[in-house]
């Protein structure tokens, strides 16, 4: 963060583009803050992707194959053969500029090379000159340029300068989605060896250990354990989460950064609460170390790479011979569970059409994949009743709540968060409406880009969400934004932190864990992050200086 | 590559592509060339150019349904669902591509972003790229329309409509008694006014004048060119014949029309009595229609087969298949538990397998121990 410009200087930002040289004779100047780390070649070899080696963004060789450019040129063709999205993105874009100021990015950068139009015309240009006849004869007249290595190397800068939210596709007439051309971009990048480090380790750590911060098993138990113990400090009930089981009828996948990253942490207490209040009413759930990770790194390498790594999900649920599978808060693994694993992995004939064991509902929506968003099956139970909720234990919070991008425009899941929200807290008030549900902004930090290295970047990101944040907190003193995403949780308090000091990050399933009414439970005087609750203040000060005379007299014994 | 490099460059082609008709058919008398051959060959390129074209894009599968969805997903009974922007059925998706091209649905959620010193962003109305591009299509297809009272014997009704929809706003230019003007047709107006701002828009807003490419001036000039010809044919005709008495725009409707007839009906030939600048005209249009399949004019095609817009979002309801999937590697469950045995018994994991030391007896199975 140290080397971040403050907020006042990072504010500054000019959206002018440049009057007399156009883009292509403009050269590209790969910047510290901006560019992510170069993938470790231990992580490549791990998982067999090309080309691995030591190697940096900010040097000048960048160690490519001597076929480098047959390599890229050969994978574009055979890309435009596969992907009839990429095709039309090539053909029909008219530069009409809707897009151009409706990336976070851009927004927040100025770097023209950040409007979605400009970063698919870094590809298109090239597909122009290899593909088309014009630009064969015309060159740059024609919009074409030659693919050097400094293309490759402007490729490389601004695809991971893309969070594949999605945004500019809602405001494209005719639908050209830049995620798509992000999404084959680095595919292409990746075939000559070039990516980034917060990318390749964890696709490397979730293929061998299930999760992308490389937690074994063992660890992944402990994590849990822990929060068992902790809930039961603040809640007094005891409770016995399952890994591994055969026979269980519901199998659990979320984020690992749940398990293992405030606030996400909470968030993971709030899911073992809500599994142990329920078991009672005939919930048979388990968790997986195998399967340990909802999110999918691999999606921000290739499709390839995201189906071995969705691929987990379904051979555990078979493997366990579980009925249906539970997915916890996540962005981009809704969106690959939505929109590809099916494809990908499917069909998932061995599992049963997924019906809420407490309520009796069917989840029709979802009779294909047999996966439930935890949203979709908490509202639920809420609508059914199922619940005892104290919303009022929540109410040291004033909640705004972040759509994710990709369950937004990747599948649409706006409605059920602010059902669940709206009763577990009585103070929510949402963000402008151009900022919020299908017009949402990023986080600044998805698709692989939340490393520590390109915090500026990620500031600069993430500046249209802060300001929307910062809107409500003066008008309503909102101060706590709630999301269901696990690289939210990870991205947001840096963000925070940095734009609006003030507001705090929390998962809906904290905030379910907090207002659950647990058979047996004490009277509960903090919230699940041992903060006093409202009106609690004194008693958990008193609590506080008890304990503290304990651990005196224990001194003294 | 910049915008003035971009507009002159445009400038000159159009330029170009409006001389060569001129001396051609002025000097030359090339009227055959280009009044019959010069349409049949761009008509020929238009149709095999858009055919390769799309047949080009289906030829490659859509592997993955990746709608954008822009509303409330279809979820519980209790939850209402935005079938139109987030569609799980065909309906849906068939109002949705409708809205999408007929009313251009989604450049109308356009706004503009207001940057103030200090990081306070506001979201202003910005509608005007959407009128200018409503206006711009619809007055080119009223204008496309009409023509077709050159190709059609008898007439048929909606075109007539059309055209009397089309000079309501008639505003009476008749200057001087026994004067007969013909009609004003405010369709072709619009279309010069639009296409002006579209322009204009380009050339003011920074980034777009940035991101523009020779590709996009063309076109924009080339269709002002073909709409002020024809207004000039139609409108100033008779006005310079009367005022200046020289007849550089006069065309005889009738004539254009059996030449019209005559293509369409393959028995071209060219009547008397068509000045130079209906040739101008035609070579333009012929220029448009010929350059179409190869530009970014075929977002018309293109947007039918846009895989965001017209896919319904029902992938966790209905399986579908990537026509070119292949199976990969994956890292199986045996291959993890092989590497985490010992600490997952540790754990108090269950295993499939239970390592040998933890075996009964103690020392293993025997394959296992045979197998060492």
Redesign the interface.
């Known amino acids: 963060m140290s080397d971040v410009p403050k907020p006042e200087e990072l504010a500054k930002v000019d959206h002018t583009s440049p009057l007399i040289t156009g883009w292509m004779n403009s050269p590209v100047e790969i910047k510290k803050g901006v560019a992510c780390y170069a993938g470790k070649p231990k992580n490549l070899e791990y998982v067999g992707l090309p080309n691995p080696r030591e190697w940096s963004p900010l040097d000048e060789d960048w160690k490519l194959p001597d076929n480098w450019k047959e390599i890229i040129l050969d994978g574009l063709r055979e890309r435009l053969e596969r992907f009839r999205s990429l095709k039309i993105f090539m053909d029909i874009c008219v530069r009409c500029g809707a897009c151009a100021d409706k990336c976070h990015f851009f927004i927040g950068g100025g770097d023209p090379r950040n409007m979605p139009v400009l970063r698919a015309e870094l590809l298109r240009s090239i597909y122009r000159r290899e593909y088309t006849t014009a630009g064969k004869i015309m060159g740059k007249f024609a919009g074409a340029r030659d693919l050097t290595v400094d293309v490759l190397k402007e490729w490389w800068y601004y695809f991971f300068q893309c969070t594949e939210c999605r945004r500019c596709s809602v405001f494209c007439p005719y639908g050209i989605d830049t995620a798509e051309i992000t999404i084959i971009g680095r595919e292409l990048l990746n075939l000559v060896g070039l990516n980034i480090d917060w990318i390749s380790a964890p696709v490397a750590n979730c293929y061998r250990t299930g999760n992308h911060l490389g937690i074994q098993p063992h660890a992944y138990k402990d994590m849990l354990d822990f929060f068992v113990d902790d809930i039961e400090e603040i809640t007094g009930v005891k409770m016995e989460p399952s890994f591994n089981r055969k026979g269980a009828e519901i199998l659990f996948i979320t984020p690992s950064g749940d398990v293992f990253a405030d606030p996400g942490t909470y968030t993971c207490m709030g899911y073992i609460m809500l599994f142990h209040y329920l078991q009672k009413m005939g919930l048979d759930i388990t968790w997986s170390t195998y399967a340990s990770e909802g999110g999918n790194f691999g999606y921000f390498t290739s499709h390839e790479m995201a189906k071995r790594l969705n691929a987990k999900m379904y051979a555990e649920a078979k493997r366990l011979g579980v009925k249906w599978i539970l997915g916890g808060e996540c962005g981009h693994m809704w969106r690959v569970i939505n929109q590809y694993m099916d494809t990908f992995n499917g069909p998932a004939d061995f599992l049963e059409e997924p019906v809420s064991p407490i309520t009796g509902t069917k989840f029709e929506n979802a009779k294909g994949t047999k996966m439930v968003h935890i949203i979709e099956f908490t509202a639920d139970l809420i609508k059914h009743n199922k619940l005892k909720l104290d919303p009022s234990r929540n109410d040291n919070l004033k909640v705004t709540f972040h759509d994710s991008c990709n369950p937004a425009r990747g599948m649409g899941l706006l409605e059920e968060p602010r059902y669940v929200i709206k009763n577990v807290c009585n103070n929510f008030y949402e963000m402008p409406e151009n900022t919020i549900r299908e017009l949402t902004f990023c986080c600044g930090g998805g698709a692989g880009l939340n490393a520590g290295e390109d915090m500026e970047l990620r500031m600069r990101g993430g500046l249209p969400r802060a300001n929307a944040v910062k809107h409500v907190h003066e008008k309503y003193g909102v101060n706590m934004l709630a999301c269901i995403c696990a690289i939210d949780r990870a991205v947001f308090p840096d963000l925070m932190q940095y734009w609006i000091p003030e507001v705090g990050v929390i998962g809906v399933h904290e905030m379910i864990g907090n207002a659950l009414i647990l058979e047996g439970e004490k009277e509960r005087t903090t919230d699940l992050r041992s903060e006093p609750l409202h009106g609690m203040e004194e008693v958990e000060e008193a609590e506080e200086v008890k304990k503290e005379e304990k651990v005196e007299e224990n001194k003294d014994v | 590559?910049?915008?003035?490099i971009g507009i002159l460059?445009s400038l000159v082609v159009v330029g170009i592509f409006v001389l060569i008709p001129w001396v051609g058919v002025w000097a030359f008398d090339l009227r055959y060339l280009f009044g019959i051959i010069v349409p049949y060959a761009a008509v020929a390129t238009f149709i095999v150019g858009i055919i390769i074209?799309v047949l080009?894009?289906?030829?490659?599968?859509?592997?993955?349904?990746?709608?954008?969805?822009?509303?409330?997903?279809?979820?519980?009974p209790?939850?209402?669902q935005?079938k139109i922007?987030?569609p799980?059925g065909t309906i849906g998706v068939i109002i949705r591509m409708a809205l999408?091209i007929l009313l251009?649905r989604?450049?109308f959620?356009?706004?503009?972003?207001e940057?103030r010193?200090?990081?306070?962003?506001a979201?202003e109305w910005e509608k005007w790229?959407w009128i200018a591009?409503l206006a711009f299509h619809y007055s080119f297809l009223v204008v496309l329309l009409r023509h077709l009272r050159f190709f059609t014997e008898p007439i048929p009704a909606f075109v007539r409509w059309i055209e009397k929809l089309d000079g309501l706003f008639e505003i009476g230019i008749a200057p001087f008694a026994g004067f007969a003007a013909p009609g004003i047709l405010i369709s072709g107006f619009i279309l010069i006014a639009a296409l002006t701002y579209l322009f204009l828009r380009?050339l003011y807003?920074?980034?777009?004048?940035?991101?523009?490419?020779?590709?996009?001036y063309f076109p924009l000039f080339l269709i002002i060119g073909i709409a002020a010809t024809g207004i000039l044919m139609r409108h100033m005709g008779v006005f310079m014949q009367f005022i200046f008495k020289v007849d550089w725009f006069s065309v005889q409707v009738v004539n254009v029309k059996e030449l019209a007839m005559g293509l369409v009906t393959f028995n071209p030939k060219i009547p008397e009595g068509i000045g130079t600048i209906f040739f101008i005209h035609l070579f333009l249009v012929s220029t448009l229609i010929a350059y179409f399949p190869?530009s970014?004019l075929?977002?018309m095609a293109?947007?039918f087969?846009?895989?965001?817009?017209n896919l319904a979002?029902n992938?966790?309801?209905?399986?579908?298949?990537?026509p070119?999937?292949y199976p990969?590697?994956?890292?199986?469950?045996d291959e993890?538990?092989d590497?985490?045995r010992e600490?997952?018994v540790?754990?108090?994991?269950?295993v499939e397998k239970m390592p040998e030391s933890q075996t009964e007896d103690g020392s293993g199975t025997q394959e296992e121990a045979e197998k060492e």
């Open positions: 590559m910049n915008f003035i460059f074209r080009g894009w289906a030829r490659s599968p859509s592997p993955f349904r990746i709608p954008t969805t822009a509303g409330q997903q279809k979820s519980l209790w939850i209402k935005n922007d987030n799980s999408e251009f989604s450049l959620r356009n706004m503009s972003l940057f010193g200090g990081a306070k962003l979201y790229l591009a380009r807003i920074s980034q777009t004048r940035y991101i523009s490419l020779p590709a996009d190869f970014k075929v977002h293109g947007i087969l846009s895989p965001t817009r979002n992938s966790r309801t209905v399986r579908h298949i990537n070119w999937d990969v590697h994956v890292h199986s469950y993890y538990e590497e985490f600490k997952m540790e754990a108090g994991l269950p």
